[in-house]
């Protein structure tokens, strides 16, 4: 039997030196000492010096051991990881050369129609904006690992059915989906985050709102914390409001 002091230093130390979060199943583990093989091949543990409870409680001791320092244990939905704090980051961030990424405000409103009204297609999307939505927006959410294909619809065509990953609740510091502000928070969404710089850039041929060819239209861009997008999409006029009459699937 391992007692709390070494249990949580073993955490600590794993935790540390893991460069992605570290699911409870990982951490448990660690202390497993005998394994029995399946008729299928898995190996099976019988024997741990702790338990997954035990984990747990260490867990949330090291969480607020740390309520005063520059960074902290958050869970996550992959798992458990040491973080730089929301009020540290500015600072921090410095030592990394990249310029900070910028994405659309139509990116960032296709992200929240899909998280909110998942599995959807693109076809419903653009139902809900108003506008085509750009193949790039959906290959840059895509790459990033964001979201992905867990289907397909069964009507004629067969759309794909689009859902996010806990890659997207990993960077937005979300344990669920439950963790996501409501609906009515986002009718807005330039109150998302105050601190946001949106800039005015010029527009592109990318997206066109349904029903006006006319006017081009003005586009903002919302800023992270990694490398410089090297296209742009057009920014559409947007009722996020339509969801408030939806209920998330």
């Given amino acids: 039997m391992i007692e709390k002091p070494q249990l949580r230093k073993i955490l600590e130390?794993?935790?540390?030196?893991?460069?992605?979060?570290l699911s409870l199943d990982k951490l448990h583990n660690l202390f497993v000492t005998k394994t029995t093989d399946t008729e299928e091949g898995d190996e099976l543990p019988v024997e741990s010096l702790v338990s997954k409870a035990d984990i747990v409680a260490?867990?949330?001791?090291?969480?607020q051991s740390f309520d005063d320092n520059g960074f902290e244990l958050q869970e996550v939905a992959s798992g458990w990881r040491f973080q730089v704090k929301e009020e540290?980051?500015?600072?921090?961030?410095?030592l990394w050369?990249?310029?900070p990424q910028r994405y659309s405000r139509a990116l960032m409103e296709?992200?929240?129609?899909?998280?909110?009204?998942q599995p959807i297609t693109r076809g419903d999307i653009e139902e809900?904006?108003?506008v085509a939505v750009s193949s790039h927006i959906i290959k840059t959410l895509t790459e990033r690992d964001w979201i992905k294909a867990i289907g397909h619809r069964d009507v004629p065509g067969r759309p794909a059915l689009f859902a996010t990953t806990k890659t997207f609740l990993d960077y937005f510091n979300l344990n669920s989906l439950e963790q996501l502000p409501s609906l009515k928070e986002l009718t807005d969404i330039d109150l998302i985050n105050p601190g946001l710089n949106l800039q005015d850039v010029p527009?592109?041929?990318?997206?066109?709102?349904?029903?006006d060819t006319?006017?081009?239209?003005?586009?903002n861009f919302l800023e992270t914390e990694t490398e410089t997008e090297t296209e742009t999409e057009t920014e559409t006029e947007t009722d996020i409001n339509a969801l408030n009459d939806e209920q998330v699937r």
């Fill in 97 to 99: 050369d990249e310029k």
């Fill in 214 to 219: 006319s006017a081009p239209v003005q586009q």
């Fill in 13 to 21: 130390g794993a935790l540390m030196a893991y460069a992605q979060p």
């Fill in 128 to 130: 809900i904006r108003g």
């Fill in 110 to 117: 296709t992200i929240a129609i899909i998280a909110y009204r």
């Fill in 58 to 63: 260490a867990l949330e001791q090291i969480q």
């Fill in 88 to 94: 540290t980051a500015l600072w921090v961030n410095k």
């Fill in 203 to 211: 527009p592109t041929n990318d997206e066109v709102n349904v029903g």
